[in-house]
């Protein structure tokens, strides 16, 4: 089954492209305030898988990208509550 639209006015293929570009976004401007190497290594990683993807599409790479984006969240999710966590401890 084949769809036809993502999030009512998308396209699948221009949902992925938003998600990349956003990702890569990230991995400019994340960092900009302060390194965080775990979050950088996890932007990096579904970064490449992007780059990858848009210069050689395929099923094979467009499964990369999406499985580095959705394990890649988690431990992106994990680090912004350590960091926010730290930032709190740190004006106390």
């Known amino acids: 089954m084949e769809?036809?639209?993502?999030?009512c006015i998308f396209t699948p293929k221009q949902g992925v492209y938003i998600l990349g570009a956003f990702t890569l976004w990230a991995l400019c401007f994340s960092e900009l305030e302060e390194f965080v190497l775990a979050r950088f290594a996890i932007n990096l990683s579904i970064a490449i898988a992007f780059i990858v993807m848009a210069l050689f599409d395929s099923a094979l790479t467009r499964k990369l990208f999406f499985l580095t984006y959705a394990i890649g969240t988690i431990p992106i999710f994990l680090v912004f509550v350590w960091d926010f966590q730290r930032g709190m401890f740190n004006n106390q």
């Open 3 to 7: 769809v036809d639209r993502c999030c």
